[in-house]
T-cell receptor, first 116, second 110 residues
Framework: SQKIEQNSEALNIQEGKTATLTCNYTNYSPAYLQWYRQDPGRGPVFLLLIRENEKEKRKERLKVTFDTTLKQSLFHITASQPADSATYLCALVVGWVTGGGNKLTFGTGTQLKVEL | DADVTQTPRNRITKTGKRIMLECSQTKGHDRMYWYRQDPGLGLRLIYYSFDVKDINKGEISDGYSVSRQAQAKFSLSLESAIPNQTALYFC?????????FGSGTRLTVV
């Protein structure tokens, strides 16, 4: 069966350190992968997209890697801050649906807590 | 104003009642989606629409229906609410990279 797995246990790190979150998938061949941030009681907010032919993408303190052989994406936040505390979701797009649309399938997310 | 607005923000309803959740967007996107979120299960797709004349079922459409009244409006109905439809519901739009989500409707069915 198809699965997207993110660590369900919260990740606690100290301010200033690099946080690394993992997204593993099975029985998918995603065209691309996205990462979102979600704060309690709020909708997810899009952060980054990485395509199957890209190894790495960066945006400010964020870095995403995508290894289609390992079927894994890593999401890094460097110089983490307490304001980075949130749940981070990965999502896959398997392919373009006829008509030009795309559907995302989400992982369950990993909660990140950055402590002073 | 928010790009994607959902109403109501919170709703408590009784089992068997019909309820409509509304979503409007100012992004000008053709594609709109309804998801529900449950603890431990993540976001699951209920229905999606790629334009005004297009409606498609997602992975968990049973017990739900939708209406795309205009490019900007996509509403979700629970025909006869049941307690296991208690969840956080999100509307989203997309065009190109990334989805834009609304702030959600917390629905409780008692």
């Amino acid at each position: 069966s198809q699965k997207i797995e993110q660590n369900s246990e919260a990740l606690n790190i100290q301010e200033g350190k690099t946080a690394t979150l993992t997204c593993n998938y099975t029985n998918y061949s995603p065209a691309y992968l996205q990462w979102y941030r979600q704060d309690p009681g709020r909708g997810p907010v899009f952060l980054l997209l990485i395509r199957e032919n890209e190894k790495e993408k960066r945006k400010e303190r964020l870095k995403v890697t995508f290894d289609t052989t390992l079927k894994q994406s890593l999401f890094h936040i460097t110089a983490s801050q307490p304001a980075d505390s949130a749940t981070y979701l990965c999502a896959l797009v398997v392919g373009w649906v006829t008509g030009g649309g795309n559907k995302l399938t989400f992982g369950t997310g990993t909660q990140l807590k950055v402590e002073l | 104003d928010a790009d994607v607005t959902q109403t109501p923000r919170n709703r408590i309803t009784k089992t068997g009642k019909r309820i409509m959740l509304e979503c409007s967007q100012t992004k000008g996107h053709d594609r709109m989606y309804w998801y529900r979120q449950d603890p431990g299960l993540g976001l699951r797709l209920i229905y999606y629409s790629f334009d005004v004349k297009d409606i498609n079922k997602g992975e968990i459409s049973d017990g739900y229906s939708v209406s795309r009244q205009a490019q900007a409006k996509f509403s979700l109905s629970l025909e006869s609410a049941i307690p296991n439809q208690t969840a956080l519901y999100f509307c989203a739009t997309s065009e190109g990279e990334g989805y834009t989500f609304g702030s959600g409707t917390r629905l409780t069915v008692v």
